[in-house]
């Protein structure tokens, strides 16, 4: 799983960080294992002391872990009153999740070139700065012919961290061979299909009124704060079936 937070300075890393921990509230309902392997911090000053995210890529391990979560890919938006601003003025922020299968490169029947990766390595960094260790242990790699760049900073040794971005970036190639697949369907059947991808897909409101609204099912709750905890187990129902 991948979280960026859009357009909007410090609200929309704030609420970067407010879906991360919402995910890993939920994988822990699920007895699901969560790793965070790389994040780029925003801005402190959050609300209970979050600090920012920038962008998260998280390892997420459990039985049907991508058949109950690779809906959740789209832009998430959220409307509140904004922490940040001094006039108390209500907010919009936006934040795009991007849910990826575990792909084996030979089940994936994808073949990838050492001659067409870049690999860099960097220091691992926490909020403030502060080093997690003094080596150069992060990975980073970047796939030249389709310019993905993938990352992975949490393991101590090199070539863990490899492993890991070599994986993000075998599950993003396999998406992107996807979404080309059904760009190549739309052609030949000259309509639309949906693709939540880049998409909004679920409002969060906070303000003047609460409700969290899923946009392509029609589901929707009131009780906002137990969602943002966690309790997502209604709207990945109503999307399994709607899919259905």
């Given at each position: 799983m991948e979280i960026f937070s859009g357009a909007g300075g410090q609200d929309s890393q704030d609420w970067a960080t407010m879906l991360l921990r919402m995910y890993e509230k939920y994988c822990a309902t699920k007895g699901y294992e969560f790793l965070v392997l790389h994040q780029a911090y925003g801005e402190g000053g959050g609300p209970e002391?979050?600090?920012?995210?920038?962008?998260?890529?998280?390892?997420?391990?459990?039985?049907?872990?991508?058949?109950?979560?690779?809906?959740?890919?789209?832009v998430h938006r959220l409307v509140r009153i904004s922490p940040f601003n001094a006039q108390k003025l209500r907010q919009t922020s936006f934040a795009q999740v991007?849910?990826?299968?575990?792909?084996?490169?030979?089940?994936?029947?994808?073949?990838?070139?050492?001659?067409?990766?870049?690999?860099?390595?960097?220091?691992a960094s926490g909020p403030g700065g502060q080093y997690v260790n003094k080596t150069e242990s992060a990975v980073r790699i970047t796939h030249i012919p389709t310019g993905l760049v993938v990352a992975s900073q949490t393991e101590r040794l090199q070539g863990k961290n490899k492993q890991n971005a070599m994986k993000i970036l075998l599950g993003k190639l396999y998406q992107l061979k996807e979404a080309q697949h059904v760009k190549e369907i739309e052609e030949i059947k000259g309509k639309n299909i949906s693709n939540s991808f880049g998409s909004q897909i679920r409002s969060y409101?906070?303000?003047?009124?609460?409700?969290?609204?899923?946009?392509?099912?029609q589901y929707e709750t009131s009780d906002a704060e137990s969602v943002l905890e966690g309790d997502l187990e209604k709207f990945i129902e109503a999307e399994l079936k709607y899919n259905d």
């Open positions: 002391g979050r600090i920012g995210t920038k962008s998260a890529t998280i390892e997420i391990k459990g039985n049907y872990a991508y058949g109950f979560l690779k809906k959740e890919s789209g991007n849910v990826l299968p575990e792909i084996k490169e030979k089940e994936g029947e994808l073949e990838i070139r050492q001659e067409d990766l870049k690999i860099d390595t960097f220091r409101v906070l303000h003047p009124y609460k409700m969290v609204k899923d946009l392509r099912t």
